[in-house]
C-alpha cells in the first residue's frame, strides 16, 4: 500500500524560473514523443510502446539537447504519463464511449507536473534537493515538516492553478509502515453507498448505521451560479472578470475541501467504530451513476463527493489498524428482494421495495442485506452465514429456514429455491 503527502510550498523567484523551465522541458519531450505515436499511427497503421520510445530517450536527447536538463527519471515519467494517457483512450473507447479522443499536443502556457520516481531527489530532514541539468544553481524546496523517516517511493512537484498561476505543491508518495496484520473475527459489516444516503450499512448482528449526504454543494452553488451570472456580463478577460473568476475558484475550492474532508472523517469513524475486521462493499460504476437524464439527479451524484475515492480512503485507514476491505459485484443488489429473491424494476426515483412475498423495505437498506448475504454465501464460512441469517430472523427480517440454503448459493439460487 502507497499513501501521499501533501504540502504547500513557497518556491522564490528564482525557483519558479526554474521549475518553469524544467516544466517546458517535460512538454516538449511530450509533444514529441507524441507526434512520433502520432506519425506512425498515420503511415504504419502501427503503436509504438513505452518500452521502444524509452529506450529510444538517449537518441531523442541528442535529437534536441533542450531536454537535457531534465533527470533521467523525469524523462521516463514524462513517456509514462503519454503512455497511461493512450491506455486510458483505448479503454474508454473498449467501453463503447464513442466521445474518447486521443491525447493532445500541450501548451507550453500550462505548467506540466514534475515527477521524480525513486530516484533524482535527497531528502534531509524538512527540505528536499531535486537534481537537473539546467545550471549550477541548487533546488531545494522547503517542505516545513520533517519527512525523513518516510519510505519514500515518488515526489512530483504541480501548480493547483493548470497555467501556473496558483500555489506550488509537493506530493510525497510513500509506503507506510503495518505493524497489525489482518485477522479474521468473523464480524462482517456490509455498505451500500447511495445517492440521498452516502452510507448505509449493516453488520453481522443485523444493525444498520445510515449517513445522509451533508450536500454541502446546495450552500455553495447558489453563491457560484450567483458569482458566475455576474462573470458572465462582463467583458471577457476584463480585470473584473479575472477577479470574480478567482472569486469563482475559491469557491469551488472550499467546496471540494468541505466534502473531502467530511469523507475522511466518516471513513476513520467507520473504521475505528466497527467490530468487524471485514468490510464488504459494493464495486461502484461511478461513471454510470453520473448518465441520468435528470440535472438535478446528476448534479446531487457528482456533488456526493467522489464515492469511489470514498472507498479508496476506507480501504487505506481499515489496513491501518489491521482491517480489511473487500470489494463484491453488487449487481441487481437494489432489484433483487432480500427474501424471497425476485428481481423488480426498481428506478432511482422509487426509494422503497414491495414485494409480493411481504417484504416492504428501504432500498438501500436492502442492498446492504444482500451485498452481506453475496459475501457470506460465496466467500466466508457456513457458521458465518448462519449467524447473519439467525440475526435477521431475530430482528424480523428475516421470515424463511435458512438451513435450505446452501452456503455457496448466490441471490439467483436463492430466488429460485423460495420463489
Not at 53 to 71: A, F, T, V
Not at 160 to 165: A, F, L, Q, V
Not at 247 to 266: F, S
Request: with cysteine.
Amino acid at each position: 500500500m502507497q499513501l501521499t503527502k501533501k504540502y504547500k510550498i513557497h518556491p522564490t523567484e528564482l525557483q519558479k524560473n526554474m521549475l518553469w523551465e524544467l516544466s517546458n522541458a517535460c512538454t516538449y519531450l511530450y509533444n514529441i514523443a507524441l507526434s512520433e505515436r502520432k506519425d506512425i499511427w498515420k503511415y504504419d497503421k502501427k503503436s509504438i510502446s513505452y518500452t521502444k520510445q524509452q529506450n529510444n530517450l538517449p537518441q531523442i536527447k541528442e535529437e534536441n539537447p533542450d531536454i537535457n536538463i531534465l533527470y533521467s527519471k523525469t524523462c521516463q515519467m514524462v513517456l509514462r504519463k503519454l503512455d497511461a494517457n493512450y491506455k486510458s483512450f483505448f479503454g474508454l473507447r473498449k467501453n463503447g464511449d464513442k466521445k474518447a479522443r486521443t491525447p493532445r499536443f500541450r501548451s507550453r502556457k500550462y505548467f506540466f507536473t514534475i515527477t521524480y520516481n525513486q530516484s533524482g531527489f535527497k531528502v534531509v530532514g524538512n527540505t528536499i534537493r531535486f537534481s537537473h541539468k539546467m545550471n549550477n544553481e541548487d533546488l531545494i524546496i522547503d517542505i516545513e515538516q520533517d519527512i525523513s523517516n518516510l519510505k519514500i517511493k515518488q515526489i512530483e512537484i504541480f501548480n493547483e492553478d493548470k497555467k501556473g498561476n496558483g500555489d506550488f505543491f509537493v506530493t510525497i508518495t510513500y509506503e507506510p509502515e503495518i505493524n497489525v496484520p489482518y485477522v479474521q473475527n468473523n464480524h462482517f459489516q456490509a455498505i451500500d453507498l447511495g445517492i440521498t444516503k452516502t452510507i448505509t450499512a449493516i453488520n453481522d448482528k443485523g444493525k444498520f448505521f445510515e449517513i445522509n449526504n451533508p450536500r454541502y454543494d446546495l450552500y455553495w452553488d447558489s453563491k457560484i451560479s450567483a458569482v458566475q451570472s455576474r462573470r458572465d456580463h462582463c467583458k471577457k478577460y476584463s480585470k473584473k472578470w479575472f477577479r470574480l473568476n478567482k472569486t469563482i475558484r475559491t469557491m469551488v475550492k472550499k467546496k471540494n475541501n468541505q466534502i473531502k474532508d467530511w469523507q475522511h472523517k466518516l471513513s476513520k469513524s467507520m473504521v475505528e467504530n466497527t467490530k468487524a475486521n471485514t468490510i464488504i462493499v459494493g464495486e461502484l460504476n461511478v461513471k454510470n451513476m453520473g448518465k441520468s437524464k435528470s440535472r438535478s439527479l446528476n448534479r446531487s451524484t457528482q456533488n456526493n463527493g467522489y464515492l469511489s475515492r470514498f472507498i479508496e480512503f476506507l480501504t487505506y485507514k481499515a489496513e491501518l489498524i489491521g482491517k480489511q476491505v473487500v470489494k463484491i459485484d453488487e449487481r441487481y443488489t437494489s432489484k433483487s428482494c432480500y427474501v424471497c429473491g425476485k428481481q423488480h424494476d426498481m428506478p432511482l426515483y422509487r426509494r422503497d421495495m414491495t414485494c409480493d412475498c411481504g417484504n416492504v423495505i428501504d432500498r438501500d437498506r436492502n442492498s446492504a442485506i444482500n451485498i452481506m448475504i453475496r459475501y457470506l454465501s460465496n466467500y466466508a464460512t457456513w457458521t458465518g452465514y448462519e449467524h447473519f441469517a439467525h440475526n435477521l430472523r431475530q430482528t424480523g427480517l428475516l421470515t424463511f429456514d435458512v438451513s435450505q440454503i446452501h452456503p455457496m448459493n448466490d441471490i439467483t439460487t436463492r430466488r429460485n429455491l423460495h420463489a
